[in-house]
């Protein structure tokens, strides 16, 4: 069935690091991701997405990567900072319709 | 613009008993959602609206209800709460239907004991 799960719950960076979350999905069909960003107490908030027609796609200090031969998405973050200490969830979209079937979630730790 | 806003922030609500969780966004969305959260857990969709007057059943609608009378407003029911219902819900909106436009709110926090 239809799923998107985390390799690792938890990351713990230096500061100044680069950070790589990931992410594995099983339903090939679904042709639109997005990664966010969950800080404790707060709802999410939308950081990058990415098509399946993409491979890469780069932000401020955030890229996503997708592999669609494994099925594998994964959020990097480059010079880690401390308030990028939350939890990151990828979430994945198939098709026209609402439905965006979330994974479990990363918590990632930034060392000061 | 306040953006998504969400009341309660948190309730504790005995078995049988009834609640409705508020939301509202200033921002002229056209959809809107309403999803739960339980701990260390992604979000499910519970119900979503694409406009006033019309609503639509999500990921996990049992036990809950909607309605859409503004564009503004979309209250979420509980009619006969139950634990399993034990979660945190947020509500978000967005000005299309691209789901990476979705604007989050704060979360209630509901306790159903």
């Known amino acids: 069935g239809e799923s998107v799960g985390l390799h690792l719950p938890t990351l713990s960076v230096q500061e100044g690091d680069n950070s790589i979350i990931n992410c594995a999905y099983s339903?090939?069909?679904?042709?639109?991701f997005i990664w966010y960003k969950q800080e404790s107490g707060k709802g999410p908030q939308f950081i990058i997405d990415i098509r399946s027609n993409m491979d890469k796609r780069q932000g401020q200090r955030v890229t996503v990567l997708l592999n669609k031969t494994v099925k594998h998405l994964s959020l990097q973050i480059a010079a880690t900072q401390p308030g990028d200490s939350a939890v990151y969830f990828c979430?994945?979209?198939?098709?026209?319709?609402?439905?965006?079937?979330f994974g479990k979630g990363t918590l990632l730790t930034v060392n000061p | 613009n306040a953006g998504v806003t969400q009341t309660p922030k948190f309730r504790i609500l005995k078995i049988g008993q009834s609640m409705t969780l508020q939301c509202t966004q200033d921002?002229?969305?056209?959809?809107m959602y309403w999803y739960r959260q339980d701990p260390g857990m992604g979000l499910k969709l519970i119900y979503y609206?694409?406009?006033?007057?019309?609503?639509d059943k999500g990921e996990v609608p049992n036990g809950y209800n909607v309605s859409r009378s503004t564009t503004e407003d979309f209250p979420l029911r509980l009619e006969l709460a139950a634990p399993s219902q034990t979660s945190v819900y947020f509500c978000?909106?967005?000005?299309?239907?691209?789901?990476?436009?979705?604007?989050f709110g704060p979360g209630t926090r509901l306790l159903v004991l």
């Open positions: 979430a994945e979209n198939k098709g026209s319709n609402y439905k965006l079937t």
């Open positions: 339903n090939s069909a679904s042709d639109y």
């Open positions: 921002m002229n969305h056209n959809y």
């Open positions: 978000a909106s967005s000005y299309s239907v691209e789901l990476g436009t979705q604007y």
């Open positions: 609206s694409v406009g006033a007057g019309i609503t």
